[in-house]
């Protein structure tokens, strides 16, 4: 196994491998399966928000995929938010996650951020052991709330 990284997006969010973007479809629908049927046109959006993707390839197939986003807020300044962070079932525990979170922190570095954040389902045992072994820490909970009629009902 030979994994290497590609950006799916530049660092103004425009889709620069349109190909890549189509075929992290299916890994990152091992995270995220209730994503609208329309994956392409609801990346874009993603994307025109801030969301920037990268995904890791093994013989032609994306077997990992991090969405992430630089932003600032009152809590730890300019820092990197990772939205996700998945690696195909058939390749975990290989080294893809870890490759790809190592890419993240470059961006993070490289854009200025002192910090990379983010939230994981409390159900996410496994996940939480792989971050806690990356050097990540348990700083708060995250809550949200349901508006409106059309309320997220997902678990992170």
Avoid: K
Wanted: net charge negative; charged share 20%.
């Amino acid at each position: 196994m030979n994994p290497h990284i590609v950006d799916v997006t530049d660092a103004d969010g425009r889709v620069i491998a349109p190909g890549w973007l189509a075929a992290a479809e299916s890994t990152h629908r091992e995270l995220r399966p209730h994503l609208p049927s329309d994956y392409a046109a609801t990346m874009q959006r993603i994307f025109a928000g801030g969301g920037r993707m990268s995904v890791a390839v093994v013989d032609d197939r994306v077997v990992g995929v991090a969405v992430h986003r630089i932003y600032e807020n009152t809590f730890c300044g300019v820092h990197l938010y990772l939205d996700d962070l998945v690696t195909a079932a058939a390749v975990r525990s290989q080294g893809i996650g870890a490759m790809l979170l190592a890419h993240v922190r470059r961006v993070a570095v490289a854009s200025g951020c002192r910090h990379v954040t983010l939230d994981s389902g409390t159900q996410r045992q496994q996940a939480h052991r792989f971050y806690f072994r990356e050097g990540f820490v348990a700083t708060a909970f995250h809550f949200y709330s349901m508006v409106g009629s059309q309320g997220d009902e997902h678990e992170g």
